[in-house]
């Protein structure tokens, strides 16, 4: 699966047009944390939702969801 230049850990797959975005089966025995479908929350003004996968089993969630938010806090 390509993606586009990201930070160190986690892989941006977004282009819905040309269906490509992450899939749990996409990222089987790889180490990133992979984001797709990031858009504006329909609900929430000041809120995004995105689809996040990554293998467990190589990765812990915990460890996956700190690297998520380190990159969220430094685009604000």
């Not at 180490?31 to 990554?54: F, H, M």
Request: charged letters at 20%; hydrophobic letters at 40%; aromatic letters at 4%.
């Amino acid at each position: 699966m390509s993606s586009t230049p990201n930070e160190a850990g986690t892989e941006l797959v977004d282009d819905p047009e040309n269906y490509k975005l992450p899939t749990s089966v996409g990222i089987v025995d790889t180490d990133s944390t992979w984001v797709g479908q990031v858009r504006r929350c329909i609900e929430n003004p000041n809120a995004i939702d995105l689809l996040i996968c990554g293998d467990i089993l190589r990765k812990g969630a915990a460890l996956s969801t700190a690297q998520i938010a380190e990159l969220v806090v430094a685009e604000f």
